[in-house]
């Protein structure tokens, strides 16, 4: 009953953009807690009709809420356990695989295309998940907080009064944990570089798709430790960051990492993309001006 409550407190929000800014994340709340509570009861799951309507409430809740790609990821998860879920989202056009979280949109395609193949069925069911998206999903090792700017600029050099200037584009404030090791540097840089975190003309869009359309972005990179921390009573505590000399390594490793990716993902389109990294011990001086700055906080 929860689920179908869920279902169709959804119908009314797809409708009226209004309802949908103001409640889709509580109604996303219940229909995610109910598939949390009916992930090991297949039939009552598979059973729920009109699965379109949930669907497409999903695929726009990722296009305006990329902020809640985790727990949407843990739904999606539940979904691809069954092929008459997967079937619906493939027969539906109005949903789209790009929509979803960037991590995980190779994986919700081969679902589909399993479930739309009935020389591929077993009991509807897939035998397991991509562990080593599993091993990423689950590290949590890398702090990054990401703000749109309309232009920035960050200074270099001072002495020289030196400055490097971006357009458009996304400030980068990177920390690691003392788990992080370099094995999660490569899906940190592509999750920057194809989640909707960037601005096209009217919607969020990403690095990836604005620069392979001819757009000039820009990425303002810089480290900051104290991302890392918790509290205890009224002190605010960082024990669980990685020592210094061993950050670094990885800081400096991250710029390489990012600037591979972007090669690797937007091939031609690669000098569209300026990526401005700030020293590890550097001064972190810095001006950003922005029409509405977008930010959000990852663990990645």
């Not at 000098?271 to 011990?281: K, M, P, S």
């Given at each position: 009953k929860r689920l179908e409550k869920a279902r169709d407190s959804m119908r009314p929000l797809l409708e009226n953009s209004c309802l949908f800014a103001n409640n889709c994340e509580t109604i996303f709340r219940e229909?995610?807690?109910?598939?949390?509570?009916?992930r090991r009861e297949r039939e009552a799951l598979d059973a729920l009709e009109g699965k379109e309507v949930a669907w497409r409430f999903l695929c726009k809740l990722c296009r305006e809420r990329p902020f809640l790609y985790d727990r949407v990821h843990e739904?999606?998860?539940i979904l691809m356990m069954s092929d008459v879920w997967m079937k619906a989202f493939a027969e539906d056009p109005e949903c789209r695989i790009e929509d979803l979280p960037p991590e995980i949109q190779s994986e919700i395609q081969r679902r589909a295309e399993q479930a739309l193949d009935p020389a591929s069925k077993t009991d509807g069911y897939p035998a397991g998940t991509d562990s080593s998206h599993q091993e990423f999903k689950a590290s949590g090792t890398?702090?990054?907080?990401?703000?749109?700017?309309?232009?920035?600029?960050?200074l270099l050099n001072e002495a020289s009064d030196?400055?490097?200037e971006l357009g458009r584009g996304l400030f980068v404030a990177v920390s690691f944990t003392k788990s992080a090791t370099e094995d999660k540097l490569q899906?940190?840089?592509?999750?920057?570089?194809?989640a909707k975190l960037s601005r096209g003309s009217s919607e969020a869009e990403s690095l990836l798709s604005l620069c392979q359309r001819g757009e000039c972005q820009g990425i303002l990179l810089l480290p900051q430790a104290s991302l890392v921390s918790d509290l205890k009573d009224v002190d605010v505590r960082y024990s669980q960051q990685l020592v210094k000399s061993r950050a670094h390594v990885l800081y400096d490793a991250f710029i390489q990492t990012l600037h591979s990716t972007a090669a690797d993902l937007m091939k031609?389109?690669?000098?569209?993309?300026?990526?401005?990294?700030?020293?590890?011990?550097?001064p972190q001086v810095l001006e950003m001006s922005s029409a509405g700055p977008f930010m959000h906080s990852f663990s990645v």
């Open positions: 229909f995610r807690i109910s598939c949390v509570h009916l739904v999606l998860q890398i702090a990054v907080v990401v703000q749109r700017f309309v232009k920035a600029k960050l030196s400055w490097a899906p940190a840089a592509r999750f920057l570089l194809t031609e389109a690669k000098d569209n993309l300026q990526i401005v990294a700030g020293e590890f011990d550097g």
